[in-house]
């Protein structure tokens, strides 16, 4: 399977971490939501996000490495790479904080992490409306 997804992290307290090439940056305690795409192994970069233990690669690899970081859940949506900036475009829009230069490397998003207030359901129905595309569950 590819596609975009949205990773969703609750993070138990506050964190300090360095992330690779961004450097150290502090997240509040909270629930988070990332914004990814895998246009070949969907599922197989899901599972590492879920994983502990792994070489740190990307931006989210730091971040779902910590002991103080828990992978909710994830919701995938066959669409292109090109919509990974779209959703993340709409989610800073209705986030509470987007984590500047976090997981935007390789694009011109100010971010793709955001802490988010609402229901995971919630903004998983949004995005299906807004992009004509059902979410489907992956864990």
């Known amino acids: 399977m590819k596609g975009v997804y949205i990773l969703f992290l609750r993070i138990l307290d506050d964190v300090k971490l360095r992330v690779g090439g961004l450097g150290e940056i502090e ?17 197989k970069r899901l599972a590492r996000h879920r994983s502990k233990a792994k070489r740190l690669r990307w931006h989210i690899d730091y971040l779902t490495a910590s002991d103080k ?3 909710e859940s994830a919701y995938a949506y066959e669409l292109p790479k ?16 987007a984590v500047r230069g976090f997981g935007s490397s390789d694009c011109r998003c100010p971010g793709h992490l955001f802490r ?8 998983c129905k949004m995005m299906s409306r807004f992009f004509g595309s059902r979410s489907m569950r992956i864990f």
């Open 69 to 71: 970081v828990i992978v």
């Open 27 to 43: 997240l509040e305690k909270g629930f988070y939501a990332y914004v990814g795409s895998a246009q070949n192994n969907l599922e």
């Open 82 to 97: 090109e919509y990974e900036c779209r959703m993340a475009e709409l989610l800073a829009r209705i986030s509470q904080k």
């Open 116 to 123: 988010i207030g609402g229901m995971v359901e919630d903004v």
